[in-house]
């Protein structure tokens, strides 16, 4: 079955340094995966997604995530954090893989980033 | 393009009734599913719709049912709810069913949140 982790519940980080929200994956074939960011009484906004090809990704925003296939990763990062970053991120792998016919997404348990001015 | 909207986006509602949520995917987006995010389970899949036909179904309990209509537009609908149906429902559109080279990312609403007393 595919799964994500996040191991962190919460990373505090000062404005101006660089990120990182980790997340790691388990699945069979390919992976599909995704982040997506939430604000308090907001859905849910897409920041990026790996499909195949290069292991950073570049997203909105500034975020860029780097796929690490003998490690099972697939963290988010930022240079320069800010304020406004602070939100709920959630890590996601599409069920099925590469190839399967479904959108189902399983979503990782959530990282709170707080950025402190 | 206007995003994904759902309507109401609030609810109250008390335990035995039902209760149906709308959703109005991305003009052209034809895949359609719904998420339930509660803060104890995460955010779990309930089900997915496409050209009008459920594709994919989540561990969810009967009384939980949706549609989609010929114009794309979903709803879902639970019956005798319980308190633990107490949830932010996102629904989320994407263009296309399968994935492949050219990703399929979804778009997520506002979501309705549902409080059951």
């Known amino acids: 079955a595919q799964s994500v982790a996040q191991p962190e519940d919460q990373v505090n980080v000062a404005e101006g340094n660089p990120l990182t929200v980790k997340c790691t994956y388990s699945?069979?074939?390919?992976?599909?995966l995704f982040w997506y960011v939430q604000y308090p009484n907001r859905g849910l906004q897409f920041l990026l997604k790996?499909?195949?090809?290069?292991?950073l990704v570049k997203g909105s925003y500034g975020f860029e995530a780097e796929f690490n296939k003998s490690q099972t990763s697939f963290h988010l990062k930022k240079p320069s954090a800010l304020v406004s970053d602070s939100a709920l991120y959630f890590c996601?792998?599409?069920?099925?893989?590469?190839?399967?016919?479904?959108?189902?997404?399983?979503f990782g348990t959530g990282t709170l980033l707080a950025v402190q001015p | 393009k206007a995003g994904v909207t759902q309507t109401p986006r609030y609810l109250i509602k008390t335990r035995g009734q039902q209760v149906t949520l709308s959703c109005s995917p991305i003009?052209?987006?034809?895949?359609v599913s719904w998420y339930q995010q509660t803060p104890g389970q995460g955010l779990q899949f309930l089900f997915e719709?496409?050209?009008?036909?459920?594709?994919n179904k989540g561990n969810f309990p009967g009384r939980f049912s949706g549609r989609q209509f010929s114009n794309s537009r979903s709803e879902m609908n639970v019956s005798t709810l319980e308190l633990g149906d107490s949830a932010l429902y996102l629904c989320?559109?994407?263009?296309?069913?399968?994935?492949?080279?050219?990703?399929?990312?979804?778009?997520f609403g506002p979501g309705t949140r549902l409080t059951v007393l």
């Open positions: 989320a559109s994407s263009l296309r069913l399968a994935g492949g080279p050219r990703g399929n990312e979804q778009f």
């Open positions: 699945v069979s074939g390919n992976p599909y």
């Open positions: 790996y499909i195949t090809g290069d292991n």
């Open positions: 996601a792998v599409r069920d099925g893989g590469y190839g399967g016919a479904t959108n189902k997404l399983i």
């Open positions: 003009s052209g987006h034809r895949s």
């Open positions: 719709y496409f050209s009008e036909t459920q594709r």
